[in-house]
């Protein structure tokens, strides 16, 4: 819980001759959600303009106490709670997963496929050969040159594709580097999961000490 108001006693102290000594709390629900309560404030406490007794809120909405604006992020971060922000970082943390995994077992696909389509030509050949019965001297020598050039091409379209792997593989790596940070400090927290990161609570940088789990 979280108190709000002119007083010093409060988590979140607002310097305002609009705000009451104790103007409101927040407390968190049990689905994760804050619950913003008016504790009988001179000057009402605002939602999105909306004057409040008691109101589930979010980073998006603007809250306001008397004359005072501020966001759920604003009050959350004076008492260095990060909690909101950092269990954003889990959806980062699992698509970056989720598509290494989908870029890695399309590839393989892929390079199968094109390492096979030049066996499939000679299988087209073959079938033709047997067709025509005879067989002409111009299709027995094409029919010979692919054969003999199908593995050379296959390993080389399959090389191919699996050079472009590295390539996709940076780019998603690049940017989970600029989206997996700590919310306070910016700090790169490393290809370890999210949940080695909860058990941990707090930003391990001694400067920050942001707090990631809200308790
Ligand atoms: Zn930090």
């Given at each position: 819980?979280i108190?709000?108001?002119k007083?010093s006693?409060?988590?979140y102290?607002?310097?305002?001759p609009?705000?009451?000594?104790?103007?409101?709390q927040?407390?968190?629900?049990e689905?994760?959600?804050w619950?913003?309560?008016?504790?009988?404030?001179?000057?009402?406490?605002y939602?999105?303009?909306?004057?409040?007794?008691?109101k589930?809120?979010?980073?998006?909405?603007?809250?306001?106490?008397?004359?005072?604006?501020?966001s759920?992020?604003?009050?959350?971060?004076?008492?260095?709670d990060?909690?909101?922000e950092?269990?954003?970082?889990?959806?980062?943390?699992?698509?970056?997963?989720e598509?290494?995994?989908?870029?890695?077992?399309?590839n393989?696909?892929?390079?199968?496929?094109?390492?096979?389509?030049?066996?499939?030509?000679l299988?087209?050949?073959?079938?033709?050969?047997?067709?025509?019965e005879k067989g002409?001297?111009?299709?027995m020598?094409?029919?010979?040159?692919?054969m003999?050039c199908?593995?050379?091409i296959?390993i080389f379209?399959?090389?191919k594709?699996?050079?472009?792997?590295?390539?996709?593989?940076?780019?998603?790596?690049?940017?989970?580097?600029?989206d997996y940070v700590c919310?306070?400090?910016?700090?790169?927290?490393?290809?370890?999961p999210?949940?080695?990161?909860?058990?941990?609570?707090?930003?391990?940088?001694?400067?920050?000490?942001?707090?990631?789990?809200?308790?």
């Amino acid at each position: 819980m979280i108190k709000i108001g002119k007083e010093s006693d409060n988590q979140y102290i607002v310097d305002d001759p609009h705000v009451s000594r104790h103007h409101a709390q927040l407390e968190k629900q049990e689905d994760g959600v804050w619950l913003l309560i008016d504790l009988n404030s001179t000057n009402g406490t605002y939602v999105n303009d909306q004057q409040v007794a008691r109101k589930r809120v979010n980073t998006k909405d603007e809250i306001r106490f008397g004359e005072h604006v501020c966001s759920l992020s604003d009050i959350l971060n004076q008492h260095n709670d990060y909690s909101e922000e950092f269990a954003l970082l889990k959806g980062i943390y699992d698509r970056y997963i989720e598509s290494k995994v989908k870029i890695q077992s399309s590839n393989q696909f892929k390079t199968r496929l094109l390492q096979s389509i030049p066996f499939a030509l000679l299988g087209v050949v073959g079938v033709t050969l047997s067709f025509l019965e005879k067989g002409s001297p111009l299709l027995m020598v094409i029919s010979f040159i692919v054969m003999v050039c199908a593995p050379t091409i296959g390993i080389f379209l399959g090389a191919k594709q699996s050079a472009k792997v590295p390539r996709q593989l940076q780019h998603i790596a690049n940017q989970f580097k600029i989206d997996y940070v700590c919310p306070k400090c910016g700090t790169f927290l490393g290809e370890i999961p999210w949940e080695s990161l909860r058990n941990r609570k707090q930003c391990p940088v001694s400067s920050c000490k942001a707090k990631w789990i809200n308790e």
